[in-house]
């Protein structure tokens, strides 16, 4: 790995602490909760949640950061062309434009929009980022999937990586089906999914970084996983 592929493999890193910082600031108010409840608990949150907001926002260039430098490995270990590491990251960079939209909604009504005044506006914007929600949901299963099939593919990382992303994926997809009852059991798909993906995101970084100096080669060149330092 170069010194820059280092740099973005721990932009992985920085984007999992940031996401974390944020969610322990204050958790955004539910979309299902009446709205005399969440105009409310945005006048009581405001700076916290503002905060939240925007420390979550930081995390998107290291994201990309990390999705670049997984890209350029992936093609690089590639004995054929394949276009799942373009479509990974292509994903991932959609799902971050999307999740800025996002979070761009509790900040707006943070910001002063949450009024009793504007009940309907309130109401509607809601729906919107629950929406934008499982939009999100589907590009962020795409960007792991497409990775963690070439990371089986290749055998460039260790297979457990892609597996464990693979099931994250699985669980983004399964969400999906909970649109009509999003508190309903299948609502809790998403929220594991994204867990997973945190973790997936987490543990790659490490190895990665812990891959300093070592040259990764497709596992297949050399008949075993291309990952010496963690097998």
């Known amino acids: 790995m170069t010194r820059g592929e280092r740099g973005a493999a721990a932009g992985g890193l920085v984007f999992v602490l940031l996401l974390f910082t944020g969610s322990f600031v204050v958790s955004t108010p539910s979309a299902f909760n009446p709205v005399g409840v969440v105009i ?61 939209v996002w979070y761009a909604i509790p900040a707006a009504l943070a910001l002063g929009a949450a009024t009793p005044r504007n009940g309907a506006v309130v109401q509607a914007l809601l729906g919107l980022s629950t929406v934008l929600g499982f939009f999100s949901d589907v590009l962020f299963g795409v960007t792991v999937a497409a990775a963690s099939i070439e990371i089986l593919r290749t055998r460039v990382l260790p297979r457990w990586l892609g597996v464990v992303g693979l099931v994250s994926a699985a669980l983004f997809g399964l969400n999906q089906l909970s649109i009509a009852q999003p508190r309903g059991p299948l609502g809790l798909a998403g929220l594991l999914g994204f867990l997973l993906f945190l973790v997936w995101m987490l543990t790659t970084s490490i190895t990665l970084l812990r891959a300093s100096g070592v040259r990764l080669v497709p596992a297949r060149a050399v008949g075993r996983d291309a990952y010496p330092a963690v097998g």
């Open 40 to 100: 409310a608990q945005y006048v009581q949150h405001r700076t916290a949640i503002l905060v939240s907001c925007y420390l979550s926002i930081l995390a998107g260039p290291f994201f990309l950061l990390f999705l670049a430098s997984l890209r350029r490995i992936l093609e690089r270990a590639a004995q054929e062309e394949s276009p799942l590491p373009a479509v990974s990251f292509a994903a991932g960079a959609l799902a971050t434009g999307v999740v800025y």
